[in-house]
């Protein structure tokens, strides 16, 4: 009888190190003979298409897969019998097609761990990570340094030229330190758009 997997999700702000605890995990799987792959979007090309790259500079080879139903599906395939272990970076790119897909790796017996953002720039829930966080076997949480005032940040602020970005702005802005900082509750800055009767 075959065991079922797990699932591990990593989240956090920018700048709070879920590529490198995710890279970690892998390379821990490694030492201990077990077959991994490494997932990634294949929009999130910042450093690299073809790797996984953390802030720190580390980088590991990657598959990138796009948001249709049969490039998610396709990380089946790739996730053949011989892997034990399957890591996705930055999940919160990828379509609800993707909750079914690690399903199903979950029940054929893969340990699958995915790292992404939980909130937007907005603060608000992000894409299909809460679903995924309520799903895991276990969840970490990381935090970030403030780039305001040094404390803890759970939060992703969004600038364009240097002021906080709308409410209203597209969810989606791939980038770094030109464009995002890592916050505290007390220095994000997010006015919500006025509600019209």
Known sequence: MRHKGSLEVICG??????????????????????????????????????????????????YPLGDTASSVEGLLTLAKDEVHVVGVDEVQFFPEQMIDVIERLIDNGKRVIVAGLDMDFRGEPFSIVPT??????????????????????????????????NYEDPTILVGARECYECRCRDCHVMEKAAVTA
């Open 132 to 165: 995924l966080m309520a799903m895991a076997d276990e969840v970490t949480k990381l935090r970030a340094i403030c780039m305001k005032c040094g404390r803890d940040a759970n939060f992703t602020q969004r600038l364009i030229n240097g002021q906080p970005a």
């Open 13 to 62: 702000s920018m700048f709070s190190g879920k590529t490198e605890e995710l890279m970690r995990r892998l390379k821990r799987a490694e030492y201990a003979k077990q077959k991994t792959i490494t997932i990634k979007h294949h929009i999130d090309d910042r450093k690299s298409f073809s790797c996984i790259v953390s802030h720190d500079g580390n980088q590991r080879d990657a």
